[in-house]
């Protein structure tokens, strides 16, 4: 089965457009879906429950708050052997996640891409998508991490591979794919290309000020990859 967790906070609007989309992509295949909710005060997680659907499983976090810990919480939730992860904006393209969960058959690691064949950055303004290209390249020189895309939060993996690094994992800020990536050294990996849209309501809570904080993970990170 494949288990996929939609990390939230503040995402009322989205939620429901982002499982029906799931549902409709994974139509046929065994999966659940875990919606991991940082006790949004615009009741995301209540949203969610109401919609009422026998695939949807949902998860009120209300302590160690955050997007990566928010994570591995419903990895830890999770039923599956495949375990993914997508943003609840609809900026993830849903459409790739039959091909994800294929590619887990003989890979362990698989990365939704904009950089990757097919892939690209849509309607982002050209300021992001510099941003977003100079952190990709930081993280590719700091960690020497062979990804494209390393700052994607869409992704997918055996569950073997995060129980590999499940103790080892320090989930803080935002780079949760860098840091089971990085740590699990996947034998084999795909990227998949997709097309990133434009956020579907609401605002990002990610990307504006975190260059500095950013910069200071990706250093931690290597430092604890350098001791280990
Ligand atoms: N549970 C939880 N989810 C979060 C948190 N911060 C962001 N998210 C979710 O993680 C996903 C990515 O965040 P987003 O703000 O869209 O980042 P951006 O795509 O980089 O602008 C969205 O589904 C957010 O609702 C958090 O602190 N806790
Ligand atoms: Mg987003």
Redesign the pocket.
């Known amino acids: 089965m494949f288990s996929l967790v939609?990390?939230?906070?503040?995402?009322a609007k989205?939620v429901g457009p982002s499982v029906a989309a799931v549902c409709r992509a994974l139509d046929g295949h065994e999966f659940e879906i875990v919606v991991?909710?940082?006790d949004s005060p615009d009741r995301t997680w209540e949203v969610a429950r109401g919609l009422d659907n026998p695939r949807v499983r949902v998860l009120r976090?209300t302590e160690d708050?955050?997007?990566a810990p928010?994570v591995v919480d419903g990895f830890a939730a999770a039923q599956g052997d495949r375990l993914g992860v997508m943003?609840?904006?609809l900026?993830h393209d849903e459409a790739i996640l039959p091909e994800m969960i294929d590619a887990l058959d003989t890979h362990e690691f698989a990365v939704g891409s904009r950089e990757a064949e097919g892939g690209g950055y849509g309607e982002m303004p050209f300021a992001r998508r510099l941003g977003s290209k100079a952190a990709a390249a930081l993280a590719r020189r700091v960690l020497k991490v062979p990804l494209g895309d390393p700052m994607s939060?869409f992704f997918a993996l055996r569950r073997e591979v995060f129980e590999r690094v499940r103790d080892r994992l320090d989930p803080r800020g935002?780079k949760i794919m860098l840091e089971i990536f990085c740590l699990a050294r996947p034998e084999s990996h795909i990227e998949i290309g997709y097309t990133f849209r434009p956020?579907h309501a609401g605002?990002?809570?990610?990307?504006a000020g975190v260059a500095g904080q950013y910069l200071s993970e990706l250093l931690q990170l290597r430092r604890r990859l350098r001791e280990q």
Do not use: H, W
């Open positions: 939609i990390p939230t906070y503040n995402e989205n991991a909710d940082d976090r708050r955050g997007l928010a943003d609840a904006d900026q939060g935002y956020r605002r990002s809570k990610v990307s």
